[in-house]
């Protein structure tokens, strides 16, 4: 996607890693939105409210 290509060109913009969150969250992709958040904290672990949104994800995550 276009934004996963903006994410590659510029890694360290925490907007275009949030959008990829949104988009995957609306596009119903639940494993992939808790990886890209995942990702997203490897590179922002300061974001107490990523991490928040993360620990729900976890939380919520149907089990198999």
């Not at 995942?38 to 149907?62: C, H, I, K, W």
């Amino acid at each position: 996607s276009l934004i996963e290509k903006a994410i590659q060109l510029d890694s360290f913009n925490p907007i275009t890693r949030k959008m990829l969150v949104v988009n995957l969250i609306e596009a119903k992709q639940y494993p992939a939105a808790q990886k890209a958040l995942e990702d997203y904290l490897s590179v922002f672990p300061q974001d107490a409210f990523m991490r928040q949104m993360l620990n729900r994800a976890e939380g919520t995550s149907p089990q198999p």
